[in-house]
């Protein structure tokens, strides 16, 4: 069987990724893992276990097969990447996925409440709403499995008193994902605290989907 290309240039993206995680608030330490999928060979690239960020390097990734089989790397992979394969396994369109620690989603997850479509920019790119994943121990396959079926055909969902998991296309749509999301989760808690948001219609929620996806932005 032919052995499929590794890629530097797929590694330095799971590098300059985490950093820019980090640097944009969206988890402390060395918590919260990244992943990217060549679309041409189908190779998973994830972030190293328990490294500092600003440590990892391209030598650092661990890249796997889509049958979990690591194919290149040396060090121990991020404990989680059951879940972010079988996100790319189950999703043939998602290539990034970003697993945050943050702070707003993260009391959704905490109070097992979801996070419903507040937010114009919330549902044109997310949905009408996120949930929370069944919770099942950090690392194990049935986290994975509860994270694939919450997740549905959304691009976010919340693992109780644990975390949150975005994704996307590419690195661009998930890091966006990511953003709206935590904003949409801060505004809905300043909004309950002095009175009763208003949600969007799911007439309105389909209509904005449509013109997200086919209308907004140049050359539609």
């Known amino acids: 069987?032919?052995?499929?290309?590794?890629?530097?240039?797929?590694?330095?993206?799971?590098?300059?990724?985490?950093?820019?995680?980090?640097?944009?608030?969206?988890?402390?330490?060395?918590?919260?893992n990244i992943s990217v999928r060549d679309p041409e060979t189908g190779l998973i690239y994830v972030k190293p276990s328990g490294m500092n960020y600003y440590d990892i390097t391209t030598d650092d990734v661990v890249v796997f097969d889509k049958e979990l089989n690591i194919v290149d790397g040396h060090r121990k992979p991020t404990i989680?990447?059951?879940?972010?394969?079988?996100?790319?396994?189950?999703?043939?369109?998602?290539?990034?996925?970003?697993?945050?620690?943050?702070?707003?989603?993260?009391v959704f997850g905490v109070i097992g409440e979801d996070l419903p479509g507040i937010c114009e920019d919330f549902v044109q790119?997310?949905?009408?709403?996120?949930?929370?994943?069944?919770?099942?121990?950090?690392?194990?396959?049935q986290l994975a499995v509860n994270v694939v079926a919450a997740l549905e055909d959304k691009r976010a969902v919340m693992i109780p008193n644990h975390g949150?998991?975005?994704?996307?296309?590419?690195?661009?749509?998930?890091?966006?994902?990511?953003?709206?999301v935590e904003k949409s989760a801060q505004v809905y808690i300043m909004a309950k605290s002095i009175g009763t948001p208003m949600l969007i219609s799911t007439e309105d929620v389909l209509a904005m989907q449509d013109f997200a996806k086919n209308h907004y932005g140049q050359g539609k």
């Open 1 to 32: 069987m032919q052995q499929l290309e590794i890629k530097e240039s797929f590694k330095k993206k799971i590098v300059d990724g985490g950093v820019a995680m980090v640097e944009r608030g969206l988890t402390v330490g060395t918590w919260g």
């Open 125 to 141: 790119l997310v949905g009408d709403k996120i949930t929370n994943c069944t919770y099942a121990l950090p690392g194990t396959e």
């Open 164 to 180: 949150t998991v975005c994704c996307g296309e590419d690195f661009e749509t998930a890091m966006k994902v990511c953003f709206v």
């Open 80 to 106: 989680e990447f059951n879940f972010h394969i079988g996100i790319m396994n189950a999703r043939p369109e998602i290539n990034y996925v970003i697993h945050t620690h943050p702070i707003y989603s993260a």
